[in-house]
């Protein structure tokens, strides 16, 4: 008898992991949200505009700026990302491709600039706080093996809020993050995906 229930709960937990995997499939390929449709508006963050894409991995065209930089594919959390430091800072990224999780490099010490990004890079639980238009960086996980950015859209004492593009069909342009700081002051953001956050150099942020 017990054996039998156990083959019957392998069976179960078998197909529920398949319903799951069926399930994340789909919304990575297909909008399953039809309250919207990918390129609908759905907030905006300083002036700079947050897309809706539907399937994460759905991509509506490249976008480029009147002088050929490539701000990225539409409408990943890339190309809002970079839209926004592009709209409101007129600033290129020196290395103008790549994945979100290759906007955070392990071997920048930090506090340090990040070359190919031309942004200080500072590391989650490092010595800075994030800020307000500071990029996060998150790391890959099972279900998404690119990463993903956002832009810091506000801070609190005890959260942070990002602004995100591709979110999922059903996931939210806003979301906050638990911010703890630690006993000498640092700040640990997040539930362990954040690697960290990018800024603007202190003679460009002033600028």
């Known amino acids: 008898m017990p054996r039998l229930i156990t083959r019957r709960a392998l069976v179960v937990l078998a197909s529920l992991v398949l319903i799951a995997w069926l399930g994340l499939w789909g919304a990575s390929r297909f909008n399953v949200n039809l309250t919207h449709a990918p390129g609908e508006v759905i907030d905006q963050f300083e002036g700079v505009q947050v897309y809706y894409n539907g399937a994460i991995n759905h991509v509506d065209g490249r976008s480029l700026a009147p002088d050929g ?28 491709r790549g994945h979100a999780k290759a906007f955070f490099d392990a071997a920048v010490a930090d506090g340090a600039l990040n070359a190919a990004r031309n942004l200080v ?4 639980g490092g010595a800075s706080a994030p800020a307000v238009g500071d990029i996060v960086v998150f790391a890959p996980w099972l279900f998404n093996p690119y990463g993903h950015v956002a832009i810091v859209s506000r801070v609190d004492a005890d959260a942070v809020e990002i602004v995100q593009q591709n979110p999922g069909p059903f996931g939210t342009s806003r979301e906050r993050l638990p911010r703890a700081l630690t006993t000498d002051g640092r700040t640990q953001l997040g539930t362990g995906r954040v690697l960290g956050w990018l800024r603007l150099p202190a003679a460009a942020s002033s600028s």
């Open 69 to 96: 930089y490539n701000i990225g594919l539409r409408w990943q959390c890339v190309e809002f990302v970079k839209r926004y430091y592009y709209e409101r800072h007129q600033h290129r990224m020196p290395e103008a």
């Open 121 to 124: 890079q500072h590391r989650n």
